[in-house]
């Protein structure tokens, strides 16, 4: 695709608006959700409404360049969702936030358990645990 001088192709193939790490495809996906261009601006303050509106006439010159890449990027970011593997971090954290949620609801009468905050509901979660176990 031939760009115009107002956005730049990186390294690995995206395309952003010259000196921003906004990318055409976002700018996109929110005039295909029906966003005016100051709509776009709401969402990206960063841009100027002559640079969105220059996007948006980039993209209905191009429609089907535009929309080709745009659909290449979706498939690309569902392609590495779906390879995704959580790391022992991450499922530690999602065991302990399902284990808050399960004593949130246990407790759910209780206002002195609702009024704790986040880590002393943790820590009493984790001592329940450890009692459990010995």
């Known amino acids: 695709m031939d760009l ?3 956005l730049t192709e990186h390294k690995y193939g995206e395309i952003r608006l010259m000196g921003h790490r906004i990318g055409l495809l976002h700018v996109v ?3 295909n959700k ?3 261009t100051e709509q ?4 990206f303050p960063t841009l100027s409404l002559d640079l969105i509106r ?3 006439s980039f ?3 191009k429609r089907g360049e535009v929309d080709s890449y745009v659909a290449r990027c979706h498939e690309e970011m ?3 969702y779906a390879a995704y593997v959580p790391g022992p971090g991450v499922l530690k954290i999602r065991r302990l936030m399902e284990q808050i949620r399960q004593a949130d609801a246990a407790h759910v009468a209780d206002p002195t358990w609702a009024a704790l905050s986040m880590m002393e509901k943790l820590l ?4 329940e645990e450890c009692s459990k176990t010995e």
């Open 4 to 6: 115009p001088d107002f």
């Open 40 to 43: 776009v601006q709401d969402q």
């Open 34 to 36: 029906g966003y005016s």
């Open 59 to 61: 993209y209905q010159s």
């Open 78 to 80: 569902d392609r590495q």
């Open 124 to 127: 009493r979660v984790e001592a």
């Open 54 to 56: 220059q996007t948006a």
């Open 29 to 31: 996906d929110f005039l």
